[in-house]
């Protein structure tokens, strides 16, 4: 089975910290996706990834940046954390277009900015 | 982006009936996923189903991708099947998902 894992299950920053969150893949997908969940408002997009040096916007990019460097590893990159970042982050991959067999998640990180 | 509704809200369950979710989306999907997430916040896949009808031990899937809907049936609820179930589905580049069905088996 595919795995997909998320460095840190829980996370307390500071207001004005710069906050990283790692997921790795070890399937060789080539999609890889960042949520955030909030309740009420359901699992929103942040960035997406298609392949290695490849991103795209979500529906809520505002504050965040992302790296793939490697096809494995997809960061999330909080510039200067605000308290409305608090949230549950998931990283999500998936093979590519017209091969996809779904998304597998990782198990989340819940970030607090304090 | 495609609009993904899931009915009901909220469901609660005496520990043994039987439930629907429902996952209505606005138009056509190349793929369907039904997930469970747990207490813990993990997104746990039950059912890729594009089409058709899958059964997993109590828990079974059928989606009709032509009338734009998919059903998920728990039978014999269990305490441990609480939690929130969502539907995604799969268009362009990206899955959109539904709201999701928060359902409590109490014993």
């Known amino acids: 089975d595919v795995k997909v894992t998320q460095s840190s299950r829980y996370l307390v920053k500071r207001t004005g910290e710069k906050v990283f969150l790692e997921c790795v893949q070890d399937?060789?997908?080539?999609?890889m996706f960042w949520y955030r969940q909030d309740p009420g408002l359901g699992l929103r997009l942040i960035y997406f990834s298609y392949d290695v040096k490849m991103k795209e916007k979500g529906d809520i990019p505002e504050g965040y940046s992302v790296s793939r460097e490697k096809k494995e590893r997809f960061s999330l990159i909080l510039e200067s954390a605000s308290t409305n970042q608090t949230s549950m982050y998931l990283c999500a991959s998936t093979t590519g277009p017209g091969k996809n067999r779904g998304y597998t998640f990782g198990s989340g990180t819940r970030l607090t900015v304090v | 982006g495609i609009q993904v509704e899931q009915s009901p809200p909220d469901l609660i369950l005496q520990e043994g009936a039987n439930s629907t979710l429902r996952c209505n989306f606005s138009d056509s999907v190349n793929n369907l996923q039904w997930f469970h997430q747990n207490p813990w916040g993990q997104l746990i896949n039950l059912f890729y189903i594009p089409s058709g009808t899958k059964q997993n031990g109590r828990l079974s899937a059928t989606t009709v991708a032509t009338e734009r809907y998919s059903l998920l049936y728990i039978s014999s609820s269990q305490t441990t099947d609480s939690g929130v179930y969502f539907c995604a589905v799969y268009s362009g580049n990206q899955f959109y998902f539904g709201t999701g069905t928060s359902l409590t088996v109490i014993p």
């Open positions: 399937m060789d997908h080539e999609n």
